[in-house]
């Protein structure tokens, strides 16, 4: 079996008009997405936000309360979860103990009678590299190879979409690492549709193509992980991707190309062209890796913000990096992340300080600060992972 006739299969996701309501919720306001066939996406955001619920509606599980589901342009709102051509990879595998690893593999296959199960099965363990581990059984396999057997069951199928729930949360961190990286070069082999449902900020941008942080049950932002990094549109994107430094104040002078908001007794100024609201009461923000620590007082340069001086709180020592936390009089704290090319800290705790960013880092929101938004999450249905399970185990006994 070529790798090209895996990617034969790939084909868009769209989601029209889709909303869902629970007794006492609704979990998905209104969601328009298309997600074009062979790409990476994923879909972003805090437990409760609708993200597992959109991936439920897509595999079946779910019926929308409204709204329309297409994939390769069919309409498979009413089609049942068997009937989609989807198939979903797991956090928790859900791999049968009892049988060989190519046995788990080829499953699917020999239950719907498809010709050379066996050959198909092998092929698509060669594809994650564990075709040498086929006769072996999933408790002799590390997590990382589980997780591959995982995929490779799925993608067996040629599947027209894949869904990944969560699947890399149960490795440790320097697994999923790797994880991140073979998983983003299969799906570029094998060329299927990839939906990527997490939590996980580093892992939705190290894999995908596409980001869309959902809160609330709406999409905040989407667009590149790069974009969406360095130039959020709301607090609740520039919070939760990351780490930001907020500022709210006036705006206090325009020109055609940078704005000045006077927060606090300070001046902060950002491009207009990275600001989205450009009059009145705003927020603007830096990340704390463009943040310059000086343990003297800097010159004035018209292309840097100053603010300061302001006094070292709290230092974190992380190996690559060490996070300050600095207390501003007027503006309060701001987190600073400096890389490590020292012997150690450049400053300590009691540190009289002085913070400037480049002008050009900054960026301006459409909203203020705000918390995270959460509601309930819905549980009143089973996990996507234990129903696939069970209507495993149904057709084996079944057979």
């Known amino acids: 079996m070529a790798v090209r006739e895996f990617a034969e299969r790939g084909a868009d996701l769209e989601l029209v008009g889709i909303q869902k309501r629970f007794p006492g919720f609704t979990a998905i306001e209104e969601l328009d997405l298309t997600i074009p066939a062979g ?12 993200k597992t619920t959109t991936l439920r509606l897509v595999a079946g599980l779910e019926e929308p309360t409204q709204g329309r589901i297409l994939i390769g342009g069919k309409d498979v709102t009413a089609t049942k979860s068997h009937q989609r051509p989807v198939n979903t990879v797991f956090q928790s595998y859900a791999l049968f103990p009892h049988m060989t690893i190519i046995e788990n593999v080829a499953f699917g296959l020999k239950r719907r009678r498809i010709g050379d199960a066996l050959g198909r099965a092998h092929e698509a363990l060669r594809l994650v ?3 040498h581990l086929a006769q072996r059984r999933p408790q002799q396999l590390s997590g990382g190879q589980q997780q591959r057997v995982a995929l490779a069951r799925a993608i067996v199928n040629r599947p027209a979409l894949l869904l990944l729930d969560e ?34 900020q580093e892992e939705a941008m190290t894999m995908a193509d596409t980001v ?34 907020l500022f709210t104040g006036r705006v206090a002078d325009t020109t055609s190309s940078a704005i000045t908001v006077a927060a606090g007794g300070h001046r902060i100024v950002v491009p207009v062209s990275r600001a989205q609201r450009h009059q009145g009461e705003i927020t603007v923000g830096v990340r ?29 020592f992380s190996g690559v990096s060490t996070q300050y936390i600095v207390e501003v009089p007027g503006v309060g704290t701001v987190v600073v992340f400096a ?31 705000s918390e995270t938004g959460r509601f309930p999450a819905d549980d009143s249905t089973r996990s996507i992972a234990a129903q696939h399970r069970e209507a495993l185990v149904s057709e084996l006994e079944e057979n």
Not at 225 to 231: D, G, N
Not at 289 to 315: F, M, Q, S, T
């Open 339 to 369: 890389q490590n090319v020292g012997s150690g800290p450049m400053a300590s705790v009691g540190a009289e300080v002085w913070l400037s960013w480049a002008i050009a880092h900054g960026f301006g929101l459409d909203d203020g600060p």
């Open 212 to 245: 869309a942080v959902m809160n609330k049950g709406a999409i905040e932002q989407m667009g590149a992980p790069e974009l969406l990094y360095e130039l959020p549109r709301t607090s609740f994107v520039a919070n939760f991707l990351g780490q930001s430094n």
């Open 129 to 131: 590299e564990l075709d």
């Open 167 to 200: 699947p890399l949360g149960a490795l440790d961190l320097k697994l999923r690492r790797q994880m991140q990286l073979e998983l983003k070069t299969i799906q570029e082999e094998v060329g299927l549709t990839f939906l990527h449902v997490t939590h996980d």
């Open 288 to 316: 704390p890796e463009k943040v310059a620590l000086h343990v003297e007082e800097p010159d004035d340069d018209a292309d840097r913000n100053l603010l300061g001086p302001g006094r070292i709180i709290d230092v974190s």
């Open 39 to 50: 790409a990476f996406f994923a879909l972003l955001g805090p437990s409760g936000c609708g």
